[in-house]
């Protein structure tokens, strides 16, 4: 690594990160905030912990985000559009495919190479997204059998 480099840290506010530390820091803080609303709605319930869950991952959105446009050169306050409908989708897009700028610009030093963790953590995302597409395939017969069982019940009542 040179000077002309950093290495980004997961709970920073700060600074640049690449494509693949994006994926990797979405998915940690995906997991983190799904453990919270997991926790919280037992204890207080659903609907506190879905509108706890949907402002930490809004906040989330836009630190993570406004790193990742800082490594393409742009200001955090596009991140703001992270929260709108389908301009999110577009400005995902981007941030997950564009290129970053490979020298210093003027929101810091090129983030250093991208550690083993840091990739194994970038390619869970995917695989949980096609494990969980796999299995709601596999239990999707299931579920009509449940549902068939259940409105089978009620007719003998």
């Known amino acids: 690594m040179n000077d002309s480099t950093y290495i980004p840290v997961l709970f920073q506010l700060h600074g640049r990160i ?3 530390r994006y994926l990797a820091y979405s998915f940690a803080f995906g997991m983190l905030v799904l453990l919270a609303t997991v926790l919280l709605a037992g204890l207080a319930g659903d609907t506190v912990a879905t509108w706890l869950s949907a402002v930490a991952s809004a906040a989330i959105g836009i630190v993570v985000g406004g790193r990742r446009l800082h490594d393409l050169g742009r200001s955090r306050w596009i991140a703001l559009g992270l929260l709108v409908p389908v301009v999110n989708l577009a400005i995902g897009l981007w941030l997950l495919f564009a290129p970053g700028s490979p020298a210093e610009n003027r929101f810091g030093p090129a983030p250093g190479a991208n550690t083993r963790g840091v990739i194994a953590l970038a390619w869970a995302l995917p695989v949980v997204f096609l494990a969980g597409v796999l299995a709601a395939f596999a239990l999707a ?6 549902q ?7 007719q003998g009542i």
């Open 18 to 20: 690449g494509r693949v």
């Open 141 to 146: 017969p299931h579920k009509s059998n449940v």
């Open 148 to 154: 068939r069982a259940h409105d089978e019940m009620e």
